[in-house]
């Protein structure tokens, strides 16, 4: 299993991202994906959740502000954020599981002015 996020950067409060998620070597298509994320100091958290047919489902501190998306074609997942604040500064990781077992090696998203 390869997992290899990119996307994220220094942004502002307010501001939007776009990550992404390329996976390799499981069958994509019939897999359920998440997001989980880690705070500087802090453990890992589920950010958001997309079964294999699309349904989607989301923490509650996400409010609307975040898209979880696939592309079964490219063996691409992605989430779109927007509506950033200072709190969601961490390290995203695109993840078999919810608990963030099986992830890969992350992408870093800084929110500050």
């Known amino acids: 299993v390869q997992l290899m996020e990119s996307g994220g950067g220094l942004v502002q409060p307010g501001g939007s991202l776009r990550l992404s998620c390329s996976a390799s070597?499981?069958?994509?298509?019939?897999?359920?994906m998440n997001w989980v994320r880690q705070a500087p100091g802090k453990g890992l958290e589920w950010v958001s959740s997309i079964t294999a047919l699309g349904d989607t489902f989301y923490a509650d501190f996400v409010k609307d502000r975040f898209r979880i998306s696939r592309d079964n074609a490219k063996n691409a997942l992605y989430l779109q954020l927007a509506s950033l604040k200072t709190e969601d500064t961490a390290i995203y990781y695109c993840?078999?599981?919810?608990?963030?077992?099986?992830r890969g090696q992350g992408t870093q998203v800084t929110v500050s002015s």
């Open positions: 993840s078999q599981d919810q608990r963030g077992t099986v």
């Open positions: 070597g499981f069958i994509f298509s019939l897999s359920p």
